[in-house]
């Protein structure tokens, strides 16, 4: 059983800004939105206490700091993975602490009720107090009281995927340095989905929204691998300025389990996924999350389909943008580049 009475999980609507260190960026922001009246899938927060909890518990966090005491100097690719997969395989094969299994599942339960569905399918994701874009891993349409529980223990083990231990390293932080909160959110079977900048991404204009989109969910615009649409709207205005509609060969959409990608069906590919009022809807959300916010937002979003326009738009994540500025680059950045490079090639 749990040994405190301490408070390990959190709905989305208690929580905002001020609770990123307990549990990480992502939840706190959500939370912060929600508050804010901002359309929001309905979820709640694991906080980073509990992954405390569960690798001191379950005798993980001894294991970890004994295997991690033997590493020595980590430089090359082989040693990254063969630490990564050590390490993983420490906090997968704990078995969830009966209390902490009962209060996520109590959670998810209500989730559920909530939503009016048994079993409701849901997206399990990694919220740090640092933001690391795409450095730990998500999982999308899980359906059930024990997958999440698995969900679970696979996001706090992403902490330790060679990518992340690869950049800890190469910025001399701890290999352990990061403990991840997760985000348990209702799972939105979006028509069209993507992201909005609120200052053009490349140039820095600040006067400028730039929206790319694609069909299904939004995996395909992030991971950048796949041709999407782009609009760019006036932020003042609102007036649509450009439309880029690309060739759209392929898109994510929900398995009865997990997601994939398939084809885009031919008649579909080259028909702009948002129509004038959904590009306007998302752009309007955008700029009001930058005045919200006080700084240019990166906002990403999902439309379900068969709502009202006003009501369609799901906001799956906000945070500052990064706006284009050449940095320069010492060479430990360029050992770790090539180093992260040649994994994602493989």
């Known amino acids: ?63 970890m700091h004994h295997y991690i005491s033997r590493l020595g100097e980590l430089k090359a690719l082989k040693q990254f993975e063969e630490a990564s997969e050590a390490i993983r395989d420490i906090i997968e094969a704990r078995t969830m602490p009966k209390g902490m299994e009962e209060e996520i599942t109590s959670y998810y339960g209500n989730l559920c009720n909530r939503l009016e569905t048994r079993d409701a399918p849901v997206s399990v994701r990694s919220a740090g107090t640092v933001s690391r874009p795409g450095m730990f891993e998500t999982y999308l349409n899980v359906n059930g009281g024990q997958e999440l529980l698995d969900k679970v223990k696979r996001v706090w083990a992403s902490a330790f995927t060679p990518r992340a231990i690869a950049f800890r390293v190469s910025k001399q932080i701890p290999v352990d340095g990061d403990m991840l909160g997760v985000a348990v959110c209702e799972m939105i079977d979006a028509r069209s989905a993507g992201v909005g900048f609120t200052a053009d991404p490349v140039s820095g204009n600040t006067s400028k929204i730039v929206i790319e989109a694609n069909w299904g969910l939004g995996e395909s615009v992030v991971s950048g691998t796949e041709n999407v649409d782009k609009y760019v709207v006036d932020k003042r205005t609102l007036e649509i300025k450009e439309r880029l509609v690309g060739n759209k060969a392929r898109r994510v959409i929900n398995k009865k389990k997990g997601v994939d990608y398939e084809d885009v069906p031919p008649d579909m590919r080259l028909t702009p996924c948002l129509d004038d009022g959904e590009i306007q809807e998302v752009a309007t959300i955008a700029k009001t999350l930058e005045e919200r916010f006080g700084c240019p937002q990166d906002v990403e979003w999902a439309i379900k389909p068969d709502l009202p326009l006003h009501q369609s738009v799901f906001l799956l994540q906000s945070r500052p943008a990064k706006i284009a500025v050449k940095k320069s680059e010492t060479v430990s950045d360029r050992v770790i580049d090539l180093i992260l490079e040649r994994f994602y090639e493989r």
């Open 1 to 63: 059983m749990c040994t405190s009475s301490r408070k390990l999980l959190f709905w989305f609507e208690e929580i905002g800004e001020e609770h990123t260190d307990a549990v990480g960026k992502k939840c706190a922001n959500l939370g912060a939105m929600s508050r804010m009246g901002f359309p929001v899938p309905s979820g709640f927060a694991i906080s980073i206490e509990a992954y405390k909890r569960f690798i001191e518990e379950t005798g993980a966090v001894e294991e």
